[in-house]
């Protein structure tokens, strides 16, 4: 009962933790190559912008014309229940002594924050959607803000920003600190996550690309001008997935949902076919030990000590299965917290003395319940009856 509880109160918690984003009327457009066999090429060929660049800026100011309903797009190399974040490495330069760490990052367009219905909390967002030049400031997330200057200000401070694959790196400012966002949904953690403004050479890290619209429109318009879009500067490309991040959500709770009920009805057949076998064994005992019952009427002993006998020998079998129960609790503690819960930490939920004491008591107050029946047919026990028998 207490796992169950437990269980219970950690599901109903995940609707009020927060995503960090707006999940309503948010639509995810993934783009990446359409055949396997695709080359994706990331040269300039001597021009000014990358084909990535010129691809995504045409495709973001072609939809506002395209498709009206559309409050606002970005383009960003992640996206809620989209494919994992890829990393690069940072290394504080204000403190030479700190080790380098592998961080998350995002490449995502001036727009992506507002789209995302996600705030800067301290600090503004990158200062212009200009996919040319160098990087020169980047926004993080609380999660890395605590992480890699705990008990400081990151604002303004400078980073070395290198991809352990290739030769590009970026010195840039902290120029924004954003809330926390749980890309895989409320089951998840969030991610200590570096944002880059996507230009240059961020356009050849940010693979798959994403574009995110908010508004109650038909992703059909804006697939038909990638299309377009795509056919005439890079024709390797086109969309590979679009799904609605409320959906996929809505999915995400499902699945919890069925992950609740499957170990709460276990724990009630369980508990069913516990308290069947007990009420089975005492009326086998009552059923086996009339004639002793008689025996000890005769002798004096008044009704309310035959059911006392058996009560207490219910009691006794709630007490071992209380016993028992503590011996593996930590084994079911384990399992409920698992990878098969979601990833769900149920030992973060709250526990007070009075749940403690409660749930031992209404262990107990079930067995003994379940043994008044037997208790009261070993009452009603006839000595008369028994001896004409005999």
Not at 223 to 229: A, D, G, N
């Amino acid at each position: 009962m207490s796992a169950r509880r437990t269980m219970v109160q950690a599901v109903r918690g995940l609707s009020q933790e927060a995503l960090g984003f707006e999940p309503a009327h948010l639509t995810a457009i993934e783009i990446g190559p359409v055949t396997k066999q695709s080359i994706v090429n990331f040269s300039t060929g001597g021009g000014d912008d990358f084909p990535f660049a010129t691809f995504t800026r045409n495709v973001l100011s072609g939809a506002g014309d395209r498709v009206p309903e559309i409050h606002s797009i970005a383009a960003a190399s992640c996206a809620p229940f989209g494919q994992a974040m890829k990393t690069l490495t940072l290394q504080r330069l204000d403190q030479s002594s700190i080790p380098s760490a592998s961080i998350h990052y995002c490449g995502v367009t001036q727009s992506y924050f507002q789209t995302m219905g996600n705030s800067i909390y301290r600090g503004r967002p990158f200062s212009a959607d200009e996919f040319t030049h160098s990087v020169s400031e980047v926004v993080v997330n609380r999660q890395l803000a605590r992480e890699l200057w705990p008990g400081e200000d990151p604002l303004h401070r400078s980073i070395r920003i290198e991809d352990p694959n290739s030769p590009i790196s970026f010195t840039a400012e902290v120029v924004g600190i954003t809330d926390d966002m749980r890309f895989a949904g409320v089951t998840s953690s969030p991610e200590a996550t570096l944002f880059l403004p996507l230009r240059e050479n961020v356009f050849a890290l940010s693979f798959p690309l994403y574009f995110l619209l908010q508004g109650n429109q038909s992703p059909v318009a804006l697939s038909e001008l990638i299309r377009q879009q795509a056919d005439a500067s890079m024709p390797s490309f086109g969309v590979t997935a679009t799904y609605r991040i409320d959906e996929r959500l809505e999915a995400s709770f499902l699945e919890q949902r069925a992950r609740l009920f499957l170990p709460v009805a276990g724990a009630v057949t369980v508990a069913l076919i516990a308290y069947l076998g007990l009420y089975a064994v005492l009326m086998y005992a009552v059923n086996n030990r009339r004639r002793e019952i008689a025996v000890r009427l005769c002798f004096g002993a008044s009704r309310w000590d035959i059911r006392r006998t058996m009560l207490r020998q219910a009691f006794q079998c709630g007490v071992a299965a209380l016993g028992l129960s503590l011996i593996s609790w930590r084994l079911l503690v384990e399992l409920a917290t698992g990878q098969w819960m979601g990833g769900t930490s149920l030992s973060s939920t709250p526990w007070s003395w009075t749940t403690v004491a409660t749930v031992p008591l209404v262990v107990l107050a079930l067995a003994i319940s379940v043994a008044m029946l037997p208790a009261n047919a070993a009452a009603k026990t006839s000595p008369a009856k028994m001896l004409k028998d005999q």
